[in-house]
């Protein structure tokens, strides 16, 4: 009789074991999925610029044109949007590449020069 309550035991506490170990690897999961790269939502224009832009461009910081200043950006909106967007994925000047934000996508560099562009729609 005590022979098997013993074992009912640890059958339960390899239950719990169990239980625990799938938990924490769920967690795991959990957490992979909402810092992973790609799993993540899409991040819109304002949002990119505010984190991965402003630092540099809201200032004028080393020369990075301003948004709303036409007078940063007259040279530069002759290039057209595709050039600027070439600078922005390649870095340029002080400027590093995505703004040296390299788990931005291509998308959200493209938001977040748009937003600088012709601000918020
Ligand atoms: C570390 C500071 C810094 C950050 C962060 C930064 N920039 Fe810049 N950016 C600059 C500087 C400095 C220039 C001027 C470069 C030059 O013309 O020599 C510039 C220039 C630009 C230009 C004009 C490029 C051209 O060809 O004339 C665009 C467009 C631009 N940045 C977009 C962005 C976007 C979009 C982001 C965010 C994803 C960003 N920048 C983040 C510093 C920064």
């Known amino acids: 009789m005590l022979f098997t309550g013993l074992e009912c035991m640890s059958f339960s506490w390899i ?4 239980l625990l170990v799938l938990a924490s690897t ?3 999961a959990d957490v992979s999925v909402k810092g992973g790269g790609k799993e993540r939502q ?3 224009g304002r949002e990119v ?3 991965s832009c402003a630092m ?4 004028g910081t080393a020369g990075a ?4 200043r036409d007078e940063d950006w007259a040279e530069r909106a002759k290039k057209g949007p595709a050039e600027l967007m070439v600078s922005v994925l390649r870095g340029k000047g002080g400027m590093p590449p ?3 934000n390299a788990s931005l996508t291509r998308g959200e560099a493209y938001l977040a020069l748009d937003y600088m562009l012709n601000g918020e729609k």
């Open 65 to 68: 044109p301003r948004p709303g």
């Open 49 to 51: 610029y505010v984190r």
């Open 98 to 100: 995505k703004g040296g």
């Open 56 to 59: 540099c461009h809201s200032t």
């Open 15 to 18: 239950f719990f074991a169990l």
């Open 26 to 28: 769920a967690h795991a």
């Open 42 to 44: 899409p991040l819109n």
